[in-house]
Antibody
Framework: EVQLVESGGILIQPGGSLRLSCVAS????????MNWVRQAPGKGLEWVST????????YYADSVRGRFAISRDNSKNTLYLQMHNLRAEDTAVYYC??????????????WGQGTLLTVS | IQLTQSPSFLSAPVGDRVTITCRAS??????LAWYQQKPGKAPKLLVY???TLQSGVPSRFSGSGSETEFTLTISSLQPEDCATYYC?????????FGGGTKVEI
């Protein structure tokens, strides 16, 4: 069974830095691209970043480029999101989501339960 | 690429046929997915490639369309279908989502 478990969300002051983690199990993590998606309270979904299986390609939303960095440790089955210079508008539940095998621009087929980051 | 979903809210009785529309500002071929999100839960993939049903999703859900106009149809609305539905384009980064459609019984 595919499981994605996010952690690291806290209450933090504007300007602070934080790293979110997502531990994967139930599939061969190193074979799949991974994503971060966020959802502000009461709002819709916003894609944040994608990293391919070998980290050879990385993509960011304009709203976070230069402040956030996605990475992965395939030996630990873990996805990360390093966040700097946090703003109030970064307040959201952050989900990690897995891409299907092969075409990683096909869908986000499994999602974690999310971790809440509050910047205030 | 912007995605516009309509309606933003709909209410229908059990058993009704329900259709949600997603319009893309540019042609995205069939790089469109649909998700269902229930309150307090993570989104769940329903349809990818515009029309391919994800494994385990009930057959009353179906997707269609290409390029700029897409639809998600629930052929017979069930109580457990109360949720917010989002479309997502995956033609390339930046990926974008529609604004969502809240479905109530």
């Amino acid at each position: 069974e595919v499981q994605l478990v996010e952690s690291g969300g806290i209450l933090i002051q504007p300007g602070g830095s934080l790293r979110l983690s997502c531990v994967a199990s139930g599939f061969t993590f190193s074979n799949y691209a991974m994503n971060w998606v966020r959802q502000a309270p009461g709002k819709g979904l916003e894609w944040v970043s994608t990293i391919t299986d070998s980290s050879s390609h990385i993509y960011y939303a304009d709203s976070v480029r230069g402040r956030f960095a996605i990475s992965r440790d395939n030996s630990k089955n873990t996805l990360y999101l390093q966040m700097h210079n946090l703003r109030a508008e970064d307040t959201a539940v952050y989900y990690c989501a897995k891409a299907p095998l092969g075409d990683y621009w096909l869908a986000l087929d499994y999602w974690g339960q999310g971790t809440l980051l509050t910047v205030s | 690429i912007q995605l516009t979903q309509s309606p933003s809210f709909l209410s229908a009785p059990v058993g009704d046929r329900v259709t949600i529309t997603c319009r893309a500002s540019l042609g995205i071929r069939n790089y469109l997915a649909w998700y269902q999100q229930k309150p307090g839960k993570a989104p769940k993939l329903l349809v990818y490639g515009a029309s391919t049903l994800q494994s385990g999703v009930p057959s009353r859900f179906s997707g269609s369309g290409s390029e700029t106009e897409f639809t998600l149809t629930i052929s017979s609305l069930q109580p457990e279908d109360c949720a917010t539905y989002y479309c997502q384009q995956l033609l390339g980064a930046p990926l974008t989502f529609g604004g969502g459609t809240k479905v109530e019984i």
